[in-house]
């Protein structure tokens, strides 16, 4: 639940790459197929960052659109994340660092929700109430996520949430004070995010999507390799006619 990419996860015991391709050209195909029925009014998926062969979807008339996120391979050392990143990523850091700011790690969800509700209002996308109760009030517990919180002094400035899996952890969720905020808060919060998801022996961060330009921008600083996936859209005609008036890079 809330990661960005449904899948499919294939177990494929095949070492020829043509049987490979095959046995997961006849899933897609398949799921494809099974999408197409008439009681689904809209299609918009993620798929796994290993498909990298879309076109069943493409055969079977979904629109097919590249997506962009941002990877950080957490099995090599701290020295190493650090060195990658931008110089202004670091200048952030050891501005924050310098003028006495401190990341915590999140007890308390409650801040780091109304810092994200902030950013929302702030950004014309409305409170969004119920989607951050169901994430913070009965999704998030503590062996699937963790946050951390930028204080100066007792004053909380920024924040980062991270959902995360065996394998892998998700930021999707951030937010910062526009009023009386520091540069260097957010990036304070999302690096010790990274750092402590190696802690937890994880082998990849995820910025799970870098789509617009001065968030890529902001992403790209922190050093990972830019990825690609796909995402499958769908929808009844009307339907995606209407869509196409506000969708139209999705639709």
């Not at 959902?163 to 540069?183: C, F, Q, S, V």
């Not at 870098?210 to 796909?230: Q, T, V």
Request: net charge positive; proline share 4%; aromatic share 12%.
């Amino acid at each position: 639940p809330c990661t960005p990419m449904c899948g499919p996860f294939l177990r494929c015991s095949a070492k020829n790459p043509v049987a490979v391709l095959e046995l997961r050209r006849n899933v897609l195909t398949a799921l494809a197929s099974f999408l197409r029925r008439p009681e689904f009014a809209l299609i918009s998926l993620s798929l796994g960052r290993d498909i990298d062969d879309a076109l069943p979807f493409v055969w079977s008339r979904f629109k097919v659109v590249p997506r962009y996120t941002y990877l950080i391979d957490l099995r090599q050392s701290r020295n190493a994340r650090m060195g990658s990143m931008s110089v202004a990523r670091r200048n952030d850091l050891s501005k924050a660092t310098r003028d006495g700011l401190a990341a915590v790690q999140a007890n308390d969800y409650r801040v780091v929700r109304e810092l994200v509700r902030d950013g929302f209002i702030r950004n014309g996308l409305g409170g969004n109430d119920e989607l951050l109760d169901a994430i913070f009030g009965q999704f998030a517990k503590p062996e699937n996520c963790y946050g951390f919180v930028t204080m100066r002094n007792d004053e909380p400035l920024a924040a980062a949430f991270v959902i995360h899996d065996k394998r892998t952890a998700y930021y999707i969720l951030g937010g910062y004070r526009a009023t009386n905020g520091h540069h260097g808060a957010g990036a304070l919060a999302l690096a010790n995010a990274i750092e402590h998801a190696a802690e937890l022996g994880l082998e990849v961060f995820d910025f799970e999507g870098s789509m617009i330009p001065a968030i890529e921008r902001y992403f790209r600083g922190f050093g990972g390799k830019l990825h690609s996936y796909f995402t499958v859209n769908r929808a009844w005609l009307p339907l995606e006619l209407m869509l196409k008036l506000y969708k139209r890079h999705i639709f």
